[in-house]
Structure formats: structure tokens, C-alpha cells
């Protein structure tokens, strides 16, 4: 079957993209010398040189698999949130989730506490509750109210954002960072912490395949065919929130590979969700990947914004896809 | 024996009733329109009808049970509904938008076993979508797509179909593909099949059960015969309305009679 080469194609591509990363940067290690030290470590045996299985265990690898997670959360949401906003611009911000978790992220930075991750986390699922309640004026919240809940929320948590900025002088550089996304400085427990949150994520959509097909056809279309739609929007937002805030927990502000990647994905696989979260997945994760790649090492030592990257990358390929009808 | 009945309904939405205390029962079998000026609440009861809208008043009884105390999926079983055809870039394949009917019976995570397969089969053969199964919906014209829908709610195997102005936006060849094979649902798979339908003249031609839904409540019921009278269209509409016969089958044919120069609204 056409879809499953894909998706394997896919797969190995990601694979492959997560070796290479590992080679590179501001100190290029040969390809031999990544799979020795990682070899090294899996058999314990003793690396070739230290300075190397350093790099590659405990800087790469956990970026790297942080990068793909992380794009894998974001592209999954965005397709989630299309098929049931049955909007081709939703993305999986549009519910308030990045301008909580700015919030979030902003208080903590500027006030000096070392709380920014759990801090953005908390600012994203909170953000997306109270759209939730607000949209639900008379019984359930409708999809047009939620979008109109999210777009004017979102105003307000980034006018507080600007707010907090204005009045401190301290850490603005690190809030601008946080805000333009990116992955520096990431590592292990960075990975443990919301990685498992944004596969979970991945997985739960992936489960609501059926109901995302069913929603893409109408609400009440969806009903008739025997969907509880309270119920079921319900956990397509809480999946597609947990796998949000998590990566947005975890690199800040990363824009754009919720919203274009699942639009390839639709391209390569159609429209059902049973293909194309699990391609939107992979897509997404090798795409911020090798932006991350990209990122730290065009300027190397200095590293650009992975948001900003994406965008520069992304927006021209989109354009070309669209083109190309 | 599936029997779908309103009972003394009242609908409206907020401040507004649109029907008022209406009876109506659809019987196995046959093929029920609902004929009605614009606004009268045709989509209205059949909204009410599929449990997408809950009464002011009365009750839907789908075998003699309140529909409300029935769950999304009790009814889907029962109760095909086919939406007004709205063209949307639905990225799906003909096969993929009729198997979501299964999930009436398969649910929302279990695959799809060879029951499903065969009833989405035996649907698609119905319809006469075989040729087109492997096509994207967004490429189809608006009498396949009605047809598609048809299809999908077949494949719920339900006892009852109902179909919310189907022929909208159809062409002449369309409207009577679409009707009839309708027709045949009822007469030959025994459903019970609903549709709401603008044009009076469809309803008298593909109808064997009229209501005429006009004031917030039913003005008639019966036969074609008996509803598309000279005196109940006139009420209905407001206007003077002339009834012939078919040429062909002899049914109620509907004209306008008023003034020609005439422009008041």
C-alpha cells in the first residue's frame, strides 16, 4: 500500500535525519565517530574519545529527539485542529495555547524564577481551558465560538505579554529568545519531562482518526453518523493540548510546522486522519529536525531563532507546494 | 417494525417557535415529503427528527422512545441522515466518507471488520458509486456527492432516511436520479424515507405522502392528491396557484397564477 511505504520512507528518513544531526554543529564529528560513540555508550564500552561521546550522548541526541518530538506534537495538532475547526489556518495556537504559554513563560523569566517550562505548560493548558469556558455561552461551545474565544483571548495574553516586557528591563533578551523559539541548551531531562507528554499526544489523536474524519464533514453531520460531539471535541482538544503545551514547554515559540505540514501531509496521503496524523508526525518531526540543524550551525557558534528558521524555510516550500497545485 | 413519529411537537429557536403542536408519522415503506414555503421549518423538523435539535414541546418517538433518552449512536443505527449537500473540499475518498456510516455499528476505534466492508460495498452498488469509490469528494459533481451521502447513510443500515432538500443545487437529470432512487429505498428496501423538498411539482411526481408545513404548524397531509389542492396551496403561499395533472403520470402539477406584471412580494 501506497500509504504505509510512506509512512515507513518516512520513517527511515527520520531515522536518518536523527544520525546525521548528531554529526553536526559547531564541532563537525564524522559520521564513524557519531556511531562509535553511540555504540560506546549503548555497550558500555569504552568511547573512542571522550570529548565526542559527550557531544553526541549528552548534547545532540537529546536535542535532536526533543526537535522531532516536538514537530511531531506540533504538525499532529495542526491537523487535528483543521479537520475540526474545518479551517485550513488553524494551527495548533489557535485556542490560546502559545499566548498562555507566553504568559507563562514571560512572568517566570522576568520575575527570575526557574520555573519557565512548567511555567509556559501551565500558561498553555490554562489558556486553552479558559477558551474552552468562555466559548460555551448556552449549552456546548460551538468550533466558530471557540476560534472567536481563542483569537481574542490570544490578543489579550500577548498584549500582557508586551505589557510585562515594557515594564521590565531585566531578561528581555531571554524573553525574546523564549519567544522566537528554539532549542539551545536543551538536554536530557528536558526530554524526559515533555516528550513522553507530546507522543502521548500524537498517539491520542492518532486514536481519534475516525471522529477527526467524521468532523471533517460538519458538526451535525458528525452527529448524525453517531458521535457524541461534546465528547469527542473534547478529547481531540485535550490530545491536542497536551502535545502543544508540551512542546511549547519545551522550545518556546515555534510557529508554522502546525500549520504547513499537515497541508503537505493531505498532499501526499489525503485527507483521513487514520494517514495522515502519523505522516504529519514524522513530517513535522524531521522538518523541525533540520531546522534545529540548521539553526546552530549557519552562524555556529551562534545559534538562530528555530522559529524564525522554519518560517524562512517553510514558507517558500508551502508557496512552491500551492504552486504546484 | 421501525416506526418515527413526532408528537405534539413545538420547535423553535431562542425567542421563536416555528412549528406548534405537530403530528407526523412516517411510515416504513413510503416516502414522505415535507413541502412548505421558505421558512416554514421544513429543515427545521427534520433537524428535530435526527435529534440535531431538541423540542420547546412534545416529543420525536423513534419505536415508541423519546429520541432524547436514545445516544448519538442508538439513533445513527436507526436513522440515516443525508445534510444538504454543501460544497465543501472534503479531502476524502468516496469510500472513506461512506464508511464513516459504519461507525454506527463498528464505533469510533475499533478497524473495520468484513461486515462493514460488505455493507459499504452493498451501499456503493446501490447508488451506482462503484466506478467512483477510489475518488477524492472534492472532484465530484453535486448529484454524485448527494449521491455519496446517500450512500453513507445507507451504510448504516438504518430503517428510516432522511434527507434534508435533496435536490438542491441539482440538475433536471440529478434531481430525478436522486429522487428516484429514493423511490426505490422505500418501495423496494422497505425504509422509511423523509425529504424536505422546495419544489411542489417533485413532491406531487416522487412523493407517496405529502405535509405541507405552512403558519408553524401542518396545513395538510395526505396523497399528493389530496395536499397540492388550488385552496391549500393558496394558504400555504399566499399567492393564487393553479393545479394541473402530468402529462405523463397524472400527479399534481403546480403553477403559479397569479398576475404576471405583478411585483409585489
Not at chain 1, 174 to 186: H, I, K, N, Q
Not at chain 2, 20 to 48: I, Q
Request: net charge positive; glycine share 10%; with cysteine.
Amino acid at each position: 500500500m501506497r500509504r504505509v511505504r510512506l509512512l515507513a520512507g518516512l520513517a527511515a528518513l527520520l531515522a536518518a535525519g536523527l544520525i546525521v544531526s548528531l554529526g553536526v554543529g559547531a564541532v563537525p564529528i564524522p559520521l564513524g565517530q557519531v556511531i562509535a560513540a553511540l555504540w560506546g555508550r549503548l555497550t558500555a564500552a569504552p568511547p573512542a574519545t571522550a570529548q565526542d561521546a559527550i557531544i553526541v550522548w549528552d548534547l545532540r541526541l537529546p536535542r535532536a529527539l526533543l526537535a522531532a518530538a516536538l514537530g511531531a506534537g506540533l504538525a499532529s495538532a495542526g491537523a487535528a485542529y483543521q479537520a475540526v475547526f474545518r479551517n485550513p489556518l488553524a494551527d495548533p495556537f489557535v485556542i490560546g495555547a502559545s499566548g498562555g504559554a507566553a504568559l507563562g513563560a514571560t512572568l517566570a523569566i522576568v520575575t527570575g524564577l526557574p520555573l519557565v517550562m512548567p511555567a509556559a505548560f501551565a500558561g498553555a493548558v490554562l489558556a486553552v481551558i479558559a477558551v474552552y469556558l468562555l466559548a460555551q455561552s448556552g449549552g456546548r461551545p460551538s468550533a466558530i465560538n471557540l476560534l472567536l474565544a481563542g483569537a481574542a483571548l490570544s490578543t489579550l495574553l500577548s498584549s500582557a505579554v508586551t505589557l510585562l516586557m515594557f515594564l521590565s528591563d531585566r531578561n528581555l533578551h531571554e524573553v525574546f529568545a523564549w519567544l522566537m523559539g528554539g532549542l539551545a541548551g536543551r538536554s536530557w531531562p528536558h526530554l524526559r519531562t515533555t516528550a513522553p507528554l507530546m507522543l502521548a499526544g500524537v498517539a491520542g489523536l492518532w486514536a481519534l482518526a475516525r471522529p477527526l474524519d467524521a468532523l471533517t464533514g460538519g458538526e451535525e453531520s458528525a452527529q448524525s453518523l453517531g458521535l457524541n460531539l461534546a465528547r469527542a471535541r473534547f478529547a481531540i482538544v485535550a490530545a491536542a493540548t497536551l502535545a502543544t503545551a508540551a512542546a511549547v514547554a519545551a522550545g518556546g515559540i515555534i510557529g508554522f510546522v502546525g500549520l504547513i505540514v499537515p497541508h503537505a501531509g493531505r498532499r501526499l496521503v489525503g485527507g483521513s486522519h487514520a494517514g495522515l496524523i502519523p505522516i504529519s508526525a514524522l513530517a513535522g518531526g524531521l522538518l523541525v529536525l533540520l531546522a534545529d540543524d540548521l539553526a546552530r550551525t549557519v552562524v555556529a557558534p551562534v545559534e538562530l531563532p528555530v522559529g524564525m528558521l522554519m518560517a524562512l524555510i517553510g514558507a517558500p516550500f508551502f508557496l512552491w507546494l500551492l504552486k504546484r497545485g | 417494525m421501525t416506526t418515527l413519529e413526532a408528537h405534539d411537537l413545538t420547535l423553535g429557536y431562542r425567542d421563536a417557535a416555528v412549528l406548534r403542536d405537530l403530528h407526523l408519522a412516517v411510515r416504513p415503506g413510503r416516502v414522505l415529503a415535507l413541502a412548505g414555503p421558505n421558512g416554514a421549518g421544513k429543515t427545521t423538523l427534520l433537524r428535530a427528527l435526527a435529534r440535531l435539535l431538541r423540542p420547546r414541546q412534545g416529543a420525536v418517538l423513534l419505536d415508541g422512545r423519546d429520541v432524547w433518552q436514545l445516544s448519538e449512536r442508538d439513533i445513527a443505527r436507526r436513522l440515516g441522515l443525508v445534510p444538504q449537500n454543501e460544497a465543501t473540499e472534503w479531502p476524502l475518498t468516496v469510500e472513506q466518507v461512506v464508511a464513516l456510516g459504519r461507525a454506527a455499528h463498528r464505533g469510533w476505534f475499533r478497524p473495520y471488520a468484513a461486515a462493514d466492508h460488505a455493507a459499504v460495498d452493498a451501499a456503493l452498488e446501490q447508488t451506482g458509486l462503484g466506478p467512483l469509490r477510489a475518488r477524492l469528494l472534492g472532484e465530484l459533481s453535486g448529484g454524485e456527492r448527494q449521491r455519496v451521502l446517500i450512500a453513507r447513510a445507507l451504510a448504516q443500515e438504518p430503517a428510516t432516511i432522511l434527507l434534508d432538500e435533496p435536490t438542491a443545487h441539482l440538475d433536471l437529470r440529478y434531481q430525478g436520479a436522486v429522487l428516484g432512487l429514493a423511490r426505490r429505498l422505500a418501495h423496494t428496501c422497505g425504509l422509511a424515507v423523509v425529504l424536505s423538498l422546495h419544489d411542489l411539482n417533485l413532491a406531487a411526481l416522487y412523493a407517496d405522502q405529502v405535509a405541507l408545513i405552512a403558519d408553524g404548524g401542518l396545513l395538510a397531509e395526505g396523497s399528493p392528491d389530496e395536499v397540492f389542492t388550488a385552496g391549500h396551496l393558496q394558504r400555504a403561499y399566499g399567492v393564487p396557484v393553479a393545479v394541473g395533472r402530468h402529462p405523463v403520470y397524472g400527479t399534481p402539477l403546480v403553477m403559479p397564477a397569479a398576475e404576471r406584471e405583478s411585483n409585489h412580494v
